[in-house]
């Protein structure tokens, strides 16, 4: 066995974290398709999707421009109707 076979602790730590940086890329996208996936989408969750804070979906929500369901203490927000919305105000209508 040659000198440059051997594997070393560095290596090994290297290769430690591109693997933990992988299986980090992999989950984080099957979470962001699950939530793709979703019907319902509470307040933070829409906030996450639309890249705003939850005030400004207070906000939103205050004025009329979405509208949501309330379940207990929990807003939730229908994702096709937000996703419809948003196609009109892109379409102009």
């Known amino acids: 066995m040659k000198s440059s076979d051997l594997i070393?602790?560095?290596d090994?730590?290297?290769f430690?974290?591109?693997l933990l940086e992988a299986i980090k890329q992999i989950i984080e996208t099957v979470i962001s398709?699950?939530?793709?996936?979703?019907k319902w989408l509470r307040t933070n969750e829409l906030a996450e999707y639309l890249?705003?804070?939850?005030?400004?979906?207070?906000?939103?929500?205050q004025e009329g421009i979405i509208k949501c369901r309330k379940?207990?203490?929990?807003n939730?927000?229908?994702k096709?109707?937000?996703d419809d919305y948003l196609k009109n105000q892109v379409n102009g209508t």
């Not at 398709?33 to 979703?38: I, L, T, W, Y």
């Open 8 to 10: 070393t602790k560095h």
């Open 12 to 14: 090994l730590d290297e």
């Open 16 to 18: 430690k974290q591109e």
């Open 33 to 38: 398709e699950a939530q793709m996936q979703k």
């Open 51 to 61: 890249s705003l804070s939850n005030s400004q979906i207070s906000v939103l929500k």
């Open 71 to 74: 379940l207990g203490d929990t």
């Open 76 to 78: 939730f927000f229908n």
């Open 80 to 82: 096709n109707e937000i």
